[in-house]
């Protein structure tokens, strides 16, 4: 007689049933030591032991899945920070820049607020620099009232003078040019020679005869001769002093307090070129 394998299954169930409520009939009135008992004690601890070996095996690939995961957001974290530390710096820089502008002002404001003179201030648009010249261009020009010869200060000394015009800008011509030429006067014994520039950059004030007593650190200010500066703006001081057998002058080297490589805002003295005491034709 031949089942079917619907009938089978129906069967094979009916056994598994009848099974499992004998096992549990009899695990209910098995005492504790007991052959089911034990068995469910081992079978336990078997699962546990596996259970500990599978995680302790798989540890270390949750853990690389956990790093590879994380990778990504770890670089967008590092990204952002990135930004952060680029918008701070230029923050920094900013704050330092405003910094040295305002002391820069204050300086020309001091110096403004000293001089008896009529000043405007200009900033510093553009440099010219060989081994001939040395100039700056500033952004005040004719229609602001600015005319050749005019000086050139800032708070620490002179500048310059004006040896360009147009209607917007200016040139200033250094007194570090090789070109330049300024009437001054030592403080102490008021001696006068000229200051002029070097290819160097330095500056030396000539003309200073070898039996002139000249201190180291002493003022150095424009003389007033020569009809370009007026009597009286600060140049610089003496740093050395040096003499030559033959030579008839002493060559005395002079210190500016003005960085020109830095200038970025100047004053031009408006009011102070000299006014000649006679004319040719008043000789008569």
Not at 35 to 52: D, G
Not at 73 to 97: A, C, F, G, P, Y
Not at 214 to 228: A, D, Y
């Amino acid at each position: 007689m031949r089942f079917r394998r619907g009938s089978l299954n129906k069967l094979t169930l009916i056994i598994l049933i009848l099974a499992s409520m004998l096992i549990l009939t009899f695990y209910l009135r098995e005492a504790n030591d007991g052959i089911l008992h034990k068995s469910q004690v081992l079978t336990t601890n078997t699962l546990a032991s596996l259970q500990s070996g599978v995680s302790k095996v798989a540890s270390p690939f949750n853990h690389a899945w956990e790093y590879v995961n994380n990778i990504g957001h770890l670089k967008t974290e590092n990204e952002r920070l990135k930004d952060e530390v680029v918008s701070l710096k230029q923050q920094i820089i900013t704050m330092q820049t405003m910094e040295k502008e305002n002391e820069r002002l204050r300086k020309l404001v001091g110096f403004k607020e000293k001089t008896h003179y009529s000043t405007l201030p200009a900033r510093v648009i553009g440099r010219y620099s060989s081994n001939w010249q040395l100039i700056l261009v500033i952004d005040k020009g004719s229609k602001d009232g600015i005319s050749k010869n005019m000086p050139v200060m800032v708070g620490e000394g002179l500048v310059g003078q004006i040896v360009k015009v147009s209607s917007s800008a200016a040139q200033v011509q250094l007194i570090t040019d090789r070109k330049s030429g300024v009437a001054a006067q030592l403080i102490n014994s008021g001696e006068t020679g000229v200051v002029e520039g070097q290819v160097t950059g330095e500056l030396v004030m000539n003309y200073i005869a070898k039996d002139v007593v000249v201190s180291k650190n002493e003022l150095i200010l424009t003389s007033g001769l020569g009809g370009v500066f007026p009597k009286g703006l600060f140049i610089g001081t003496v740093y050395e002093v040096k003499e030559t057998p033959y030579g008839l002058y002493k060559d005395v080297r002079v210190k500016s307090y003005v960085n020109f490589s830095e200038l970025e805002e100047v004053l031009i003295i408006t009011d102070a070129l000299p006014i000649l005491p006679f004319s040719p034709e008043e000789g008569d």
